[in-house]
């Protein structure tokens, strides 16, 4: 089961992001980027919020949060697992590293694992070329990889 | 206060990411435990460039280069060296040491020696969250000459004689730029940087802000004065955390200090400036796409003109700069226009910062004088191609751009000269390609980047390109058909003439590049059903080659699907119909006996 995201704690935190960006200039994208942070995604609950809040028309506000790859309207995993697939990575075999953890953990490319757990994502650079092929793990960047380091990886969140 | 010595310890990403900051921690706690910290001046730097050396670690005042650092050698640096003065030989860099073990500084090894550092003269020199580093080095100052000794057409002026040219891609004239902003009237302006790096391979702009955030603010505020501006805003890509962090706590400070704020250095010039992120899309790397995402609305172009220049942020004139061209204009303004233009070709001036990535020995970043070549890059101070293979490409301007073969390499690199070779400067990604890479599956990957990104508004990205993926994926999936190549090139010519903005417009280059480059390697899959390098798996077979067979079982037993047989001791057999291509088996064989063809 995913876990629960909804709670009041957490919408109380939101409104004191909302609080802080209302009357600014361009509110909506700073205010999206801090509810995807506490939340986890910015389901459509959380947009009727700001919404209101805000003063945007609700269908504006989906329109932005379904334009970028950092919003997410489902909840992730408690851990994102982010492989690399810019250039750099890439050409020093990302594809092979990403083909083994989504084997390890059962996890489609973009799925999160059915216990909530673990969300694999292909990123785009993160900007650690010089370490290529690299993954993330939430905050923690691994890098010069190969496809035997997975494993060990995997087992330090498991 | 005077310290004996000065330890700097790479805080880039590429070193945090291999515990540097567990270093640098470790080595605090030592000094203290001898009871030396006061003698020590520890520094957490930005990125030193060589990041596939990491984590880097450097001890003045020998300078000596210690590469691939563990935790567990901080002890021996603390004592060995801080304390009993001998430098470590076994942790140098490798080619910091002399073959009679004389030790060399840092500016001496290969890697650095041709280089030439101007935006990244600060990283890995100062400590990215002190503030008196930077004004050590004459921090601040080209913004107290800017407000006090020139007037703001001066300013444009020195910045247009330099020859600067936008970091960011284009190539545009700096000094133009700023002409037009200045001269468009309103009340309110804004000057803006691109810290978006959508360049999935370039990480210069994340460098530059994580090893010397104050450069970009002290450009921005200069820019300020120059055009009228008093608002200034950062739009940085979120997957850039620790750039974002260092950079809010260098804008704080420099506030603090009187930098940012009312009445700057005592005149009436008012500046300040703040942080956007980026959510994650390429196209917000446009400039009018960028300005829409800063207002909060989807990041999508919109035609020019008007330019920003002219309509902005809020329909306001704006200014947008590239962080890397930021990173230059304090140096111009300090040292002259004259000096910077000494530098580089005729027609692009000053140093690019390239993020040398891919199949090359010193992977990381790179700052040379226009008009290096190529092959200096790449051999010299990239040290080459490993495990002794043989170069193939090499991929400038990301999704842009397009690749130059070995006979290019001693072209003199500039915005002209790739252009006219079908390549393009870009933002500096320039990723080696070898004979390992299959050129059809590179001109897909970066085809797969631009459908995925394409913002969908006008139909010859969106649907254009959406065309020539799936083209390209028949191809490498052995159901190419005669006159698929001809369809391609088609396709793409009329792509770049239809799209809006300059995603579409460029995003045929890298199949376009590829094609006029190696149109056999395109032909060999199309009309052969055969990826010469091997990569394209629904083309690949796995073989055993009966003589090098010593029948060990071992492959069979990794087979998932047994797909080989063969007795104990005799030579095996795949069965091709049931081989899944996974490769399991070529990895077990300790006789390379197995071979994809
Ligand atoms: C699709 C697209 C993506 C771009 N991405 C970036 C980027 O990530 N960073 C950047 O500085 N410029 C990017 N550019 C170029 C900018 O639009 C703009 O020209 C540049 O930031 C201007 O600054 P400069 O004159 O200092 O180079 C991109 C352009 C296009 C068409
Ligand atoms: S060219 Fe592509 S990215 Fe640019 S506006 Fe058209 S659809 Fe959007
Ligand atoms: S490639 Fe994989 S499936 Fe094919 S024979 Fe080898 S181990 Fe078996
Ligand atoms: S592992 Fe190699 S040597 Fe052993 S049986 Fe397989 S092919 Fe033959
Ligand atoms: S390409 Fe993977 S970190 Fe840049
Ligand atoms: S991050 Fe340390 S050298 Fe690049």
Request: glycine fraction near 10%; charged fraction near 25%; aromatic fraction near 8%.
């Amino acid at each position: 089961m995913a876990r629960d995201v909804f709670t009041k704690e957490n919408f109380e935190k939101l409104d004191h992001v909302i609080q802080k960006y209302k009357g600014k200039s361009g509110p909506l994208m700073p205010v999206l980027t801090e509810a995807q942070k506490i939340f986890g995604c910015v389901a459509i609950e959380i947009q009727k919020k700001i919404s209101e809040e805000l003063n945007i028309p609700l269908a504006e506000i989906y329109g932005v949060a379904t334009f970028y790859s950092q919003f997410s309207l489902q909840p992730k995993g408690e851990y994102v697992i982010g492989v690399c697939l810019g250039t750099a990575c890439y050409v020093k075999g990302a594809q092979d590293i990403i083909n083994k953890i989504s084997k390890e953990i059962n996890v489609e490319v973009g799925k999160t694992s059915e216990d909530g757990k673990f969300t694999l994502v292909a990123t785009r650079c993160i900007g650690a070329c010089g370490l290529a092929p690299v993954l993330t793990v939430n905050e923690d960047v691994y890098g010069k990889l190969t496809a035997d380091d997975v494993e060990g990886i995997l087992s330090k969140y498991k | 206060m005077a310290y004996k010595n000065q330890v700097l310890v790479c805080g880039g990403t590429g070193c945090t990411s291999s515990s540097s900051l567990k270093i640098l921690e470790k080595m605090e706690n030592l000094l203290e435990q001898r009871g030396i910290r006061q003698d020590v001046k520890m520094v957490k730097t930005g990125c030193f460039g060589l990041c596939a050396a990491g984590p880097i670690v450097i001890v003045y005042p020998e300078g000596a280069f210690y590469a691939h650092v563990k935790l567990e050698d901080v002890e021996k640096i603390v004592d060995e060296h801080i304390i009993g003065k001998k430098i470590i030989k076994d942790l140098l860099y490798k080619e910091a040491v002399t073959e009679d073990g004389e030790v060399k500084s840092f500016e001496e090894v290969p890697f650095y020696k041709k280089q030439m550092r101007i935006a990244l003269e600060h990283c890995g020199a100062i400590g990215a969250e002190d503030i008196d580093d930077y004004i050590e080095l004459k921090g601040y100052k080209a913004l107290e000459k800017a407000l006090t000794e020139m007037t703001p057409e001066n300013v444009i002026d020195e910045v247009k004689r330099s020859g600067l040219r936008g970091r960011g891609g284009g190539g545009f004239p700096t000094g133009l730029k700023w002409e037009f902003t200045y001269k468009t009237e309103d009340e309110q302006k804004y000057v803006a940087c691109n810290a978006d790096e959508g360049d999935p391979g370039a990480f210069m702009d994340r460098s530059i802000l994580e090893g010397d955030p104050h450069c970009i603010i002290e450009a921005m505020a200069i820019a300020g004065y120059a055009v009228g501006a008093n608002q200034g805003y950062v739009y940085v890509r979120a997957e850039y955390p620790v750039a974002i962090e260092r950079l809010q706590i260098a804008i704080d400070k420099a506030r603090e200090a009187g930098y940012l704020g009312k009445n700057i250095f005592g005149t009436d010039f008012e500046f300040d400036m703040e942080i956007r992120l980026g959510a994650g899309a390429f196209v917000c790397g446009e400039e009018t796409a960028l300005i829409n995402s800063i207002e909060g609305k989807r990041g999508m172009p919109r035609p020019r003109p008007p330019f920003p220049a002219v309509k902005g942020l809020w329909n306001k004139p704006t200014l947008l700069n590239n962080v890397e061209t930021y990173a230059n204009i304090t140096k111009i303004i300090l040292k002259g226009a004259d000096w910077f233009s000494s530098i580089g070709t005729e027609k692009s001036k000053g140093t690019k910062v390239f993020a040398l990535g891919g199949k090359v020995e010193n992977t990381g970043l790179v700052e040379i004088p226009m008009g290096t070549t190529l092959r200096e890059i790449i051999f010299e101070i990239g040290g080459g191609i490993p495990n002794g293979k043989k170069f193939k490409a090499v991929q400038t301007g990301g999704p842009s751009g397009g690749c130059l073969t070995e006979e290019y390499l001693d072209t003199p690199i500039d915005y002209d000269s790739l252009t006219a070779l079908g390549s393009m400067m870009g933002s500096g990604g320039m990723i080696i390609l070898d004979e390992d890479n299959c050129m059809v599956d590179i001109a897909k990957f970066f085809l797969e980047f631009t459908v995925e990104e394409s913002c969908g508004k006008c139909p010859p990205c969106r649907i254009g390109t959406k065309r020539m993926l799936e083209t390209l994926e028949k191809i490498t999936e052995g159901k190419g058909e005669k006159g698929d190549i001809e369809k391609l090139e088609k396709l793409a010519e009329n792509i770049k003439t239809s799209a809006l903005c300059g995603l579409g417009q460029t995003a045929p280059n890298p199949v376009l590049s590829t094609i006029k480059r190696f149109r056999h390697e395109y032909e060999a899959h199309v009309n052969e059903k055969r990826c010469p390098s091997g990569v394209c798996q629904a083309l690949l077979e796995y073989k055993i080659t009966e003589d090098k067979c010593k029948g060990c079982t071992l492959c069979a037993k990794v087979c998932p699907v047994n797909a080989i047989k063969g007795n104990v001791k005799e030579a095996h057999v795949i069965d091709t119909n049931t081989c899944i291509k996974c490769g399991a088996c070529v990895a077990k064989c300790p006789f390379g006996a197995i071979s994809k063809q």
